[in-house]
């Protein structure tokens, strides 16, 4: 079996969000696609280790905001490289309440879903959500999950079904390897990472320079 | 609520085929995701009236066909605007066998599934699949839904998750519009329609210029 085959699935990039006892949480997601169109129902896979889980088993209800190319990536860091449990997510990336749930800001869609029906696997599980809102909050194109992986450079986390263990990049400009210790990703530069300046953020986590390691 | 937002979702193209009593067969989705990454699993959404969908639930077993956007676009019309049960559509695409499973043999990729759960909905099934073969076909970057859309100019049958009624499409040279009766193809080339030699098909079903009308 070449798992390879697996990437050469499309998805998007989104961030799949509903309330925490009255905080909202949320986290980075691949895994969502239409099932039926009327009446309208989404499915979403968030994996077991996600707080994100519990949460939606809790409230039965979740938030879909699909990013866009020119959304920030790093919300795909906040939201996809530490756990909501820790930290409070949305108070990095602001927020907007829509249909009574939180959702991204900055996205450039948003779908609202009453969880309808689940399906348990080993690892994940699939929500079926019934649509209850939905919108389009600025004209962009969607970012895919291949734009994010060859465009912003970003990597996937262990517990993302996409997750690949021998994902690598390149050399940075010195011949020496830095890669992000918050969300891996790796430093392709042409100036050599030690002379970045001090103020220098991981394009994808927002995480400082100090959070890079050698390779 | 602004069905709009639902096509901000990013999907690729495929084929999902099975047996059918020794004979293969399939249809075009675009709802596949892989769900969890050891083991490997990945769901596929199929419409109640697709013949497909009881091929697959009498054999307990599916492939995904990942199209490519090399791939040639009449295989969409061909698995996804006929059904299973009145034509043989490997007859008009070649196929390969691939652990066990019929496959289209001009696809980039391929993943052959086990089905192991299955989610009810409404209108669509969603299938469940544990990976027990997987491939790259060929070089080339996946056939995204947008890329379908955008650049092949290709539509959605009725019972797609994604088909939205109000999809329309452009004037053709001569301020009329001709739609393909068979796919809903809308035609938006330069020339005349009735100018367009004899032997013109449908880009995407194939059909022939007969089975355009004017809308």
Not at 112 to 132: A, P, R
Not at 152 to 159: A, D, E, I, L, T
Request: a negative charge; aromatic letters at 10%; one cysteine or more.
């Amino acid at each position: 079996m070449n798992k390879n085959a697996f990437r050469q699935l499309s998805y998007g990039v989104y961030v799949v969000s509903t309330w925490d006892k009255g905080r909202a949480t949320g986290c980075t997601a691949n895994s969502a696609m239409q099932i039926t169109s009327d009446p309208a129902t989404v499915a979403v896979s968030i994996n077991h280790d996600n707080y994100t889980n519990q949460c939606i088993q809790a409230t039965g209800k979740f938030a879909i905001s699909i990013l866009g190319e020119h959304s920030d990536p790093g919300i795909i860091g906040t939201f996809g490289f530490q756990s909501g449990k820790d930290v409070d997510k949305f108070e990095q990336v602001e927020q907007a309440v829509k249909g009574c749930l939180p959702v991204v800001a900055d996205a450039c869609a948003y779908i609202v879903c009453d969880v309808i029906d689940k399906m348990e696997t080993s690892t994940h599980t699939v929500f079926l959500g019934k649509v209850t809102d939905a919108d389009i909050l600025k004209k962009d194109d969607p970012m895919t999950y291949a734009y994010y992986h060859n465009v912003v450079k970003g990597k996937s986390p262990k517990n993302a079904p996409t997750y690949l263990p021998e994902e690598n990049g390149d050399a940075s400009g010195d011949g020496r390897k830095y890669v992000c210790s918050i969300c891996g990703y790796e430093y392709e530069g042409d100036t050599p990472f030690a002379e970045l300046p001090e103020d220098y953020r991981c394009p994808v986590c927002k995480q400082p320079k100090s959070a890079f390691v050698e390779k």
